[in-house]
């Protein structure tokens, strides 16, 4: 190797000292450039590093028009001994709803709100510091990703542009004419649809059993086929004959329907592990509450839940006062426990996994199973069911980036049957479910969605069935684009909202039911709702509603979606003790 000249070598060694300095003020050089990663944000700083009486328009808050939060200034460190009561305190006020149109909240310095006293002037040397300790990571990921102290935060890698136009003038006519095929691959593929139309009764053949054989056992809940087939073989026997039977009649006239179908299922659960045929009472059936009183008079019945719903057993007929009991009180546990057999069943399955399944898992999993047993329109329900589905005018959708001329989200009939791949089910539960002590608000479940899609950008959009029976959550959607100021963080940027248009009150369900003329085809209505929910590919809810506990049981058995993310806004425990 020759002698290197002393210039060179002079040259070689400023290079590499550049480089090295270059490196060391990575940051600083990014910030004085005004590189930032947050671009789309007209003052960045403005929403992490603030002063004490900065306003934050985040986003409407469930009853509110605007929403103002002042942070105060972070004074001393919080100590360790308060930090529980600190973020119990945050949690708290976070799930609280405002009522009036316009509020103005003090957070103390805790968990996303917890900032510098004064704002960062110039390079990282000035940015605020956090105790890592002292956020809630599932909160500031979601409402403020970013918002703490990032050792990059002043470096930005340019964004590929997305607008179409531009990059349709740089392809090709051979590249253009790959774009629809391309295109139609968004679209559910013909054995997703297929299912789906099995779902809803079209182009089925047999019944519900026939449809449940034909899913995919990978996507349902464990031992699901034998479940449902052990159930209707009790229940539909090849001879009624020499059966005992369980009679049951309307036990709680004050139920919606959610809580109606679970009554009639923990009956069932009695009738099996006594070796009865359960049998609804023809004089006071459960559930004619909730349906027109002549809705089964066409059959010489009185109204009753099986208006809508396949009959229960084939052997109604056969009850007579001599084989049958109204009461079934010789069960150790009652209808809190699983009967022996698909106890033993499920059990014995989670022990080839090499697991013992906990009690709660047990019940919620058999639950689940009757869930789906009961609760299966029948064929003049699904006909119905279809004609609503099909009704573009009763379905809406709103891109809330797109804004119409009094500066509101436009809205458009565009609801496709199916839903879009990467649909997102929100069931959002208010009404009278107050009377329990809590409701979730509709922010939460619009964030639970948000932390979701955050994570998973590839697969899933800020796109969203809503159902719920509250006018003003749907209001509070077609305002809200989204909760993360950083709409570059998601694959889209903007909130794509659908709903139905059905007659909503924030009350019971029998005041929902009853704002139609028709109240079995307002339950109708009702089902249909369920059944778009079931179209999604991702479920938001609260487990500590029925409605919810329906959604999560139906995708697992008469759907083969189980393996679909399901989120709870609420407290993750709701499911653990659901009775």
Request: glycine content about 6%; some cysteine.
């Amino acid at each position: 190797m020759g002698k290197q000249s002393p210039l060179r070598i002079a040259f070689g060694s400023i290079f590499f000292m550049s480089i090295c300095f270059f490196l060391y003020n990575f940051e600083a050089i990014g910030t004085a450039l005004k590189f930032s990663r947050y671009q789309d944000v007209e003052d960045p700083v403005d929403i992490y590093t603030s002063t004490s009486s900065t306003s934050i328009s985040i986003a409407p808050l469930p009853t509110s028009t605007s929403t103002s939060i002042s942070i105060e200034p972070e004074t001393k460190p919080t100590p360790t001994s308060d930090k529980k009561k600190t973020k119990s305190a945050a949690a708290s006020a976070s799930k609280t709803e405002t009522a009036s149109s316009s509020k103005t909240e003090t957070v103390a310095p805790s968990k996303t709100q917890t900032t510098s006293a004064s704002k960062a002037k110039t390079g990282a040397e000035n940015a605020p510091t956090i105790n890592p300790e002292d956020l809630d990571v599932e909160q500031i990921e979601a409402d403020f990703p970013n918002g703490y102290k990032n050792p990059r935060g002043g470096w930005f890698v340019p964004l590929p542009q997305s607008n179409e136009m531009d990059l349709l003038q740089l392809l090709t006519t051979e590249q253009r004419e790959l774009l629809p095929s391309l295109g139609a691959q968004a679209r559910l593929s013909q054995k997703q649809s297929e299912k789906i139309n099995s779902f809803y009764g079209i182009d089925r053949e047999g019944g519900w059993q026939g449809h449940i054989e034909g899913l995919d056992d990978d996507g349902l809940a464990p031992l699901t086929k034998w479940a449902q087939a052990y159930v209707y073989d009790h229940q539909h026997p090849e001879s009624c004959e020499g059966k005992k039977f369980y009679i049951l009649q309307e036990k709680a006239t004050w139920y919606g329907l959610g809580a109606a179908v679970r009554v009639i299922f923990r009956e069932l659960e009695l009738a099996i592990s006594a070796g009865r045929i359960l049998v609804l009472d023809p004089e006071n059936p459960p559930g004619g509450h909730l349906l027109s009183h002549d809705c089964d008079r066409h059959r010489g019945r009185n109204a009753s839940i099986e208006c809508v719903l396949e009959d229960i057993t084939s052997c109604a007929a056969y009850a007579t006062p001599e084989n049958s009991v109204r009461e079934i009180r010789d069960i150790p546990g009652g209808n809190k426990f699983v009967p022996p057999v698909p106890a033993v069943a499920m059990i014995t399955y989670m022990k080839e996994t090499g697991l013992a399944p906990t009690g709660a898992y047990l019940r919620y999993w058999w639950h689940s199973q009757m869930y789906a047993y009961v609760f299966r329109p029948n064929q003049q329900t699904l006909a119905r069911m279809v004609e609503m589905r099909m009704n573009k005018t009763l379905h809406t959708a709103v891109d809330t980036g797109v804004k119409g001329k009094d500066g509101k989200a436009k809205e458009l009939h565009t609801v496709p049957f199916p839903l879009p791949p990467s649909t997102i089910s929100m069931h959002i539960r208010h009404g009278d479910k107050a009377i329990e002590g809590r409701l979730i608000s509709t922010r939460d479940y619009i964030v639970a969605a948000e932390r979701f899609v955050l994570r998973n950008p590839i697969a899933y959009r800020k796109r969203a069935f809503v159902t719920t029976e509250d006018p003003g959550a749907i209001e509070e959607i077609k305002r809200t684009t989204g909760i993360n100021p950083v709409g570059t963080a998601f694959s889209n940027r903007n909130w794509y909202w659908s709903y139905s248009n059905i007659p909503r009150v924030d009350g019971s369900p029998f005041q929902n039911l009853w704002l139609s003329a028709n109240r079995t085809d307002a339950m109708i209505h009702h089902i249909m709702q369920l059944w778009m929910a079931i179209e999604c590919d991702a479920f938001v809810g609260n487990r500590n509603s029925n409605w919810n506990k329906m959604i999560d049981s139906i995708r697992c058995t008469l759907m083969d979606k189980c393996r679909a993310p399901y989120l709870d806004a609420g407290y993750v425990g709701d499911w653990l003790h659901f009775p």
